[in-house]
């Protein structure tokens, strides 16, 4: 049984148990293309840009183009955690935490999820007939957000140049568009009049103290993003990559991408199961595992802000 559970011994005749402030679960799973994957690495075809061929003769020979193909491989990561309940302590208890305790599993392992998701959107994807060719997600797909020759935190203007980047690569706009942010970049883009104003944005969210969508992007809040540990430089002017500026190092990384642009596969998805232990005193085990992995699908479909903190 964990060494804490002692905590909640019955004092005072309380029979809840309260689970602490959280994230309950997997934010952005449903927000990325799901795929199920057999064996510990797998391969994800793509094809590539095709054009037509123009017709300079009559009854010519019929053309014939290699049409480009590439793939993107997929490596699981396996995630396990188990607990003991004792039988001694369920008589000291009012309550049997066995379901409680998968519930905490749950929505750990759905946070894992989103972690996957996260690490992958900027880190080399593997490429190549066997996946040995690292793929960069390339200084073009990454911004900095500026003002008045700044860092800034989220604001209209790395928006802006953030939409701009999925259009100039045909990026389809029937794909939806999704951007993870926090809860300071939240703040900072509430403040932003554009977005205080009917005119500018037609979702009324802002009642209700939050911004549901906005110049095409579905915004999820995720306290998961961390910090850039990269060294590239980018201009405090124009905000863009210019290997001279400011480094990213440090800032928040804001993820932007078309749903199909990041994947998650799932090996085997959560399996909880509890069952007695016969050589732990027949105390109770919560036991909980899952295989996981995630990759970027194509660079032009994921853009990186990144961004300061007030």
């Known amino acids: 049984m964990s060494t804490e559970i002692t905590e909640a011994f019955v004092k005072q005749f309380n029979s809840t148990v309260f689970h602490l402030s959280q994230q309950k679960g997997s934010r952005l799973r449903d927000k990325v293309r799901n795929e199920m994957q057999k064996g510990k690495s797998q391969f994800f075809d793509r094809i590539g840009l095709v054009s037509a061929v123009k017709r300079t003769t009559r009854h010519g020979d019929t053309p014939l183009n290699d049409t480009p193909h590439s793939r993107r491989m997929v490596t699981l990561n396996d995630y396990s955690r188990a607990d003991l309940i004792d039988d001694p302590d369920r008589i000291r208890l009012l309550i049997d935490p066995t379901s409680d305790y998968v519930q905490a599993f749950t929505w750990g392992f759905g946070r894992a999820m989103d972690d996957e998701i996260i690490d992958k959107s900027d880190a080399a994807a593997k490429g190549g007939e066997e996946g040995g060719t690292d793929v960069s997600l390339g200084t073009g797909q990454t911004q900095m957000s500026v003002d008045g ?49 009917n005119d500018y944005n037609s979702v009324k969210a802002l009642v209700q103290g939050e911004v549901n969508s906005f110049m095409g992007f579905n915004f999820v809040r995720c306290e998961q993003l961390d910090n850039s540990s990269g060294s590239n430089q980018y201009s405090l002017t124009t905000g863009e990559y210019d290997g001279a500026g400011t480094s990213e190092n440090g800032k928040r990384k804001i993820i932007a991408w078309a749903q199909d642009g990041l994947l998650l596969a799932v090996g085997q998805d959560r399996k909880a199961r509890v069952s007695e232990r016969d050589d732990k005193e027949y105390s109770t085990q919560v036991y909980m595992s899952m295989s996981i992995g995630s990759t970027r699908m194509e660079e032009e479909k994921v853009v990186i802000t990144y961004c300061t903190e007030a």
């Open 149 to 197: 020759g700044a860092v800034d935190d989220l604001n209209i203007d790395a928006l802006r140049r953030c939409k701009k980047k999925f259009d100039q690569a045909d990026v389809d706009e029937s794909i939806p568009r999704h951007m993870a942010i926090n809860a300071s970049s939240l703040e900072s883009l509430l403040n932003e009049n554009e977005v205080q104003s």
